[in-house]
């Protein structure tokens, strides 16, 4: 097992000479396209000129694009570690490259979007354009939102001071921090802002509240420069928006997305309409915890008879046995994945906090990231990640490269996916205790993965239209609203003591601007894939079709080919009657048991 991530495929090293090379290579594959495009116009009026264009962007994608390998490996290398300036400078360089290359080059897309409506018919219609047709309609589709080649340039020029650079420096700050608190020993013991984060939900009562007490202390110290940021990069958004003529705050990432807005404020009204599930689901907890009320940093807290640790070994090996039952291939990527290094296992001061599955170009490796510390949730989050991975392997195998990614508000089917079969696994054969614990886990997964994050996506629509109304937010007043929204989903069983109104100041996905949508509308569309497994294993078939399309046709387009219609309520509705299933079986076993209140 390699534990860490092994970056020989990309570089040997931080001072590898072929960096520089790269970067000739990256600039002359980018110069010969410019000069051989630039100042044409045969492109914009002939398909079969077209064809030959498109040819060449997606070789020069395939290879280097926007994404080469330095700004890759730098990026991943500062996700390891944010404490060292030396790889900060190294990415910032990588990045300004990466974002003149993005204004060099924009002349491409621009030019097509602005072509007129009867040749992009001809265009869409042409037998030589097959192969680009989906790829042309996103083009065409974003043509009202573009501003003028010069003013793309100087919003992706400010882009670093006015956006990226205060997000950076937030989550920084925090990867930085380290508290002495209780350990599951009992002892004190210095721990970082990753390993705080995790004691939040040890089953010990008091490492909990010590852990939350130096959680919320961090956040406390950081609130007032989060408020700067915060309010920086709403404004940011703001300007972008009025600039482009969005008439809406949320509407940018639909259309970046592929994703009519209507689908998403569908999806949207189904899962509030089922907030009282969720409130219904933290009475039971609490019940089960013997409590009239959790505290806020207690709502994930497993429900476990006794405390079970997994070695990642141990994880790795259920997960493998799962991903085998349903296709081979999909262990073969996991197994694949551990002997190669491309993923990095264990929390470490200065590594960012969380997990993801990274990838770039089609042509680069696939890394994971995870910061494992033996939980069960641990185990499920490797699942849910290599979902992302298994999702980029199976798109390199059948798309090109301007196919190779997915619409964000079907990101996360793969991960919760396989996911959920990793939790039928260790449901399959345990006896009434601790099938009740791991129906409690899988319900508040469902739980935050649906509910917690529309709540988020609600807050982050306050947050934008209140701002704009104000101008600026104090951060009482966005703790405020925060606190507000939370409730909303959790309901009087959860407090929202002192503390809970600064947990925004972590919370990254809303500086990726309505990202969150995306954990619900994966799960819901999830749920429907898994239904057809389960009553014909065969239909995995259809499964890795879907996982394979990537950006081949929009998400309506993509899953009416397998016979799901997501753009009814009713299908939203459908999936969230499986949670409310889960939560009626939850229920009974909970009276069964006789249950079970617990300190």
Same mark, same amino acid.
């Given at each position: *097992?390699?534990?860490?991530?092994?970056?020989?495929?990309?570089?040997?090293?931080?001072?590898?000479?072929?960096?520089?090379?790269?970067?000739?290579?990256?600039?002359?594959?980018?110069?010969?396209?410019?000069?051989?495009?630039?100042?044409?116009?045969?492109?914009?009026?002939?398909?079969?000129?077209?064809?030959?264009?498109?040819?060449?962007?997606?070789?020069?994608?395939?290879?280097?694009? +926007?994404?080469?390998?330095?700004?890759?490996?730098?990026?991943?290398?500062?996700?390891?570690?944010?404490?060292?300036?030396?790889?900060?400078?190294?990415?910032?360089?990588?990045?300004?490259?990466?974002?003149?290359?993005?204004?060099?080059?924009?002349?491409?897309?621009?030019?097509?979007?602005?072509?007129?409506?009867?040749?992009?018919?001809?265009?869409?219609?042409?037998?030589? &354009?097959?192969?680009?047709?989906?790829?042309?309609?996103?083009?065409? !589709?974003?043509?009202?939102?573009?501003?003028?080649?010069? @003013?793309?340039?100087?919003?992706?020029?400010?882009?670093?001071?006015?956006?990226?650079?205060?997000?950076?420096? +937030?989550?920084?700050?925090?990867?930085?921090?380290?508290?002495?608190?209780?350990?599951?020993?009992?002892?004190?013991?210095?721990?970082?802002?990753?390993?705080?984060?995790?004691?939040?939900?040890?089953?010990?009562?008091?490492?909990?509240?010590?852990?939350?007490?130096?959680?919320?202390?961090?956040?406390?110290?950081?609130?007032?420069?989060?408020?700067?940021?915060?309010?920086?990069?709403?404004?940011?958004?703001?300007?972008?928006?009025?600039?482009?003529?969005?008439?809406?705050?949320?509407?940018?990432?639909?259309?970046?997305?592929?994703? @009519?807005?209507?689908?998403?404020?569908?999806?949207?009204?189904?899962?509030?309409?089922?907030?009282?599930?969720?409130?219904?689901?933290?009475?039971?907890?609490?019940?089960?915890?013997?409590?009239? !009320?959790?505290?806020?940093?207690?709502?994930?807290?497993?429900?476990?008879?006794?405390?079970?640790?997994?070695?990642?070994?141990?994880?790795? !090996?259920?997960?493998?046995?799962?991903?085998?039952?349903?296709?081979?291939?999909?262990?073969?990527?996991?197994?694949?994945?551990?002997?190669?290094?491309?993923?990095?296992?264990?929390?470490?001061?200065?590594? %960012?906090?969380?997990?993801?599955?990274?990838?770039?170009?089609?042509?680069?490796?696939?890394?994971?990231?995870?910061?494992? %510390?033996?939980?069960?949730?641990?185990?499920?989050?490797?699942?849910?990640? *290599?979902?992302?991975?298994?999702?980029?392997?199976?798109?390199?195998?059948?798309?090109?490269?301007?196919?190779?990614?997915?619409?964000?508000?079907?990101?996360?089917?793969?991960?919760?996916?396989?996911?959920?079969?990793?939790?039928?696994?260790?449901?399959?054969?345990?006896?009434?205790? %601790?099938?009740?614990?791991?129906?409690?886990?899988?319900?508040?997964?469902?739980?935050?993965?649906?509910?917690?994050?529309?709540?988020?996506?609600?807050?982050?629509?306050? &947050?934008?239209?209140?701002?704009?109304?104000?101008?600026?937010?104090?951060?009482?007043?966005?703790?405020?609203?925060?606190?507000?929204?939370?409730?909303?989903?959790?309901?009087?069983?959860?407090?929202?003591?002192?503390?809970?109104?600064?947990?925004?100041?972590?919370?990254?996905?809303?500086?990726?601007?309505?990202?969150?949508?995306?954990?619900?509308?994966?799960?819901?569309?999830?749920?429907?894939?898994?239904?057809?497994?389960?009553?014909?294993?065969?239909?995995?078939?259809?499964?890795?079709?879907?996982?394979?399309?990537?950006?081949?046709?929009?998400?309506?387009?993509?899953?009416?080919?397998?016979?799901?219609?997501?753009?009814?309520?009713?299908?939203?509705?459908?999936?969230?009657?499986?949670?409310?299933?889960?939560?009626?079986?939850?229920?009974?076993?909970?009276?069964?048991?006789?249950?079970?209140?617990?300190?």
């Amino acid at each position: *097992m390699k534990l860490e991530w092994d970056f020989s495929p990309l570089f040997s090293g931080d001072s590898d000479p072929k960096i520089e090379q790269n970067r000739k290579k990256w600039q002359s594959a980018t110069d010969t396209f410019i000069k051989k495009w630039k100042n044409r116009t045969d492109y914009l009026t002939k398909p079969s000129v077209l064809k030959e264009a498109l040819d060449d962007y997606e070789a020069w994608s395939r290879r280097y694009g +926007v994404e080469a390998d330095e700004l890759y490996y730098f990026w991943l290398r500062s996700t390891q570690d944010q404490l060292d300036t030396t790889i900060k400078a190294k990415f910032r360089a990588a990045d300004a490259h990466s974002k003149n290359l993005i204004n060099d080059t924009r002349f491409f897309e621009h030019a097509l979007a602005k072509i007129d409506k009867k040749t992009q018919e001809l265009f869409l219609k042409s037998a030589e &354009l097959k192969a680009y047709r989906h790829v042309l309609e996103r083009i065409f !589709q974003t043509a009202k939102y573009l501003l003028s080649e010069e @003013e793309e340039r100087i919003l992706t020029l400010k882009s670093a001071s006015a956006y990226e650079s205060w997000v950076r420096m +937030v989550s920084s700050f925090l990867s930085k921090e380290e508290r002495e608190i209780l350990n599951e020993k009992g002892k004190k013991e210095t721990k970082t802002f990753s390993d705080i984060l995790s004691l939040l939900n040890s089953q010990n009562k008091k490492v909990r509240d010590d852990a939350a007490r130096a959680f919320n202390d961090i956040l406390a110290k950081h609130a007032e420069l989060a408020e700067a940021e915060i309010n920086a990069i709403l404004e940011d958004k703001k300007v972008n928006d009025t600039l482009r003529g969005y008439t809406r705050a949320d509407q940018s990432r639909h259309v970046a997305d592929d994703m @009519e807005s209507e689908v998403v404020d569908a999806m949207l009204k189904a899962v509030k309409k089922a907030f009282s599930l969720s409130k219904d689901y933290y009475a039971l907890k609490a019940a089960l915890f013997g409590k009239k !009320q959790l505290a806020y940093h207690e709502r994930n807290v497993p429900f476990e008879l006794e405390e079970k640790n997994y070695s990642f070994k141990e994880a790795a !090996q259920l997960v493998t046995d799962v991903f085998s039952d349903l296709d081979k291939e999909f262990a073969d990527y996991l197994t694949s994945f551990i002997e190669n290094g491309q993923i990095d296992v264990f929390p470490k001061k200065g590594k %960012t906090s969380g997990a993801f599955c990274a990838h770039g170009l089609i042509t680069q490796p696939t890394y994971v990231l995870l910061n494992f %510390t033996k939980k069960l949730s641990d185990v499920t989050t490797l699942a849910h990640e *290599m979902g992302h991975a298994i999702n980029n392997e199976l798109m390199k195998k059948k798309q090109h490269a301007l196919y190779f990614g997915t619409s964000l508000g079907t990101a996360e089917c793969a991960s919760t996916f396989m996911e959920d079969f990793v939790f039928e696994r260790l449901l399959k054969d345990a006896d009434d205790p %601790t099938r009740l614990a791991l129906l409690m886990e899988k319900l508040n997964s469902d739980v935050s993965s649906i509910m917690r994050q529309v709540a988020c996506y609600q807050f982050e629509l306050e &947050l934008h239209k209140t701002y704009r109304e104000k101008n600026y937010l104090s951060v009482q007043e966005i703790g405020a609203l925060f606190q507000k929204h939370m409730s909303a989903y959790m309901g009087p069983a959860v407090s929202n003591d002192e503390g809970s109104e600064n947990w925004w100041v972590y919370w990254g996905h809303i500086r990726r601007y309505f990202y969150n949508y995306s954990y619900a509308s994966g799960l819901l569309i999830s749920k429907a894939l898994q239904k057809r497994v389960r009553e014909q294993p065969e239909y995995i078939e259809q499964v890795k079709q879907f996982l394979s399309t990537g950006l081949f046709a929009s998400p309506k387009e993509t899953f009416a080919k397998i016979g799901i219609d997501i753009s009814t309520p009713e299908f939203w509705s459908e999936g969230i009657s499986e949670i409310q299933r889960l939560f009626d079986q939850t229920k009974e076993l909970a009276k069964k048991l006789g249950k079970t209140l617990r300190s």
